[in-house]
C-alpha cells in the first residue's frame, strides 16, 4: 500500500519559515507530480504548490516569491521552503502524489500537518 506521510509544521511567528516534508512509501513504479494543498478553517482546500517529475513548477499566487517547492527522487520526497510566513498562511497542509504502484495509478493523499502563524 502507497502512503503519503508528511512532517515539519508547528507553530511560528510571522515572519518566520518552516519546511514541510513528504515521503512516500510502499510500492511505487513511477510518481508523477506531486504537489502541496492547504485548508484554512472553515475554507476550500486549495493549491499552494504542485511539481512535475521533470521539476516544472507552479504557485498560488499567494505564495510566489515566499515558497518554494522541490522534490527528491531518489527519496520519494517532496518538500516545501515556506518563508516570510505570514498569519493568512495558518492551514492544515497537505501533500499529494500522482502515483504508479502496486495497486495502479492512484492519486495519493497525505494525513495533514498543521502550520501555524502568530501574528
Known amino acids: 500500500q502507497v502512503q503519503l506521510v508528511e512532517s515539519g509544521g508547528g507553530l511560528v511567528q510571522a515572519g518566520g519559515s518552516l519546511r514541510l516534508s513528504c515521503a512516500a512509501s510502499?510500492?511505487?513504479?513511477?510518481?508523477?507530480?506531486m504537489g502541496w494543498y492547504r485548508q484554512a478553517p472553515g475554507k476550500q482546500r486549495e493549491l499552494v504548490a504542485a511539481?512535475?517529475?521533470?521539476?516544472?513548477?507552479n504557485y498560488a499566487d499567494s505564495v510566489k516569491g515566499r515558497f518554494a517547492i522541490s522534490r527528491d527522487g531518489a527519496k520519494n520526497t517532496v518538500y516545501l521552503q515556506m518563508n516570510s510566513l505570514k498569519p493568512e498562511d495558518t492551514a492544515v497542509y497537505y501533500c499529494?502524489?500522482?502515483?504508479?504502484?502496486?495497486?495502479?495509478?492512484?492519486?495519493?493523499w497525505g494525513q495533514g500537518t498543521l502550520v501555524t502563524v502568530s501574528s
Open positions: 510502499g510500492t511505487i513504479f513511477v510518481i508523477d507530480a
Open positions: 499529494n502524489a500522482d502515483i504508479d504502484g502496486y495497486l495502479g495509478y492512484l492519486e495519493v
Open positions: 511539481i512535475t517529475n521533470g521539476g516544472s513548477a
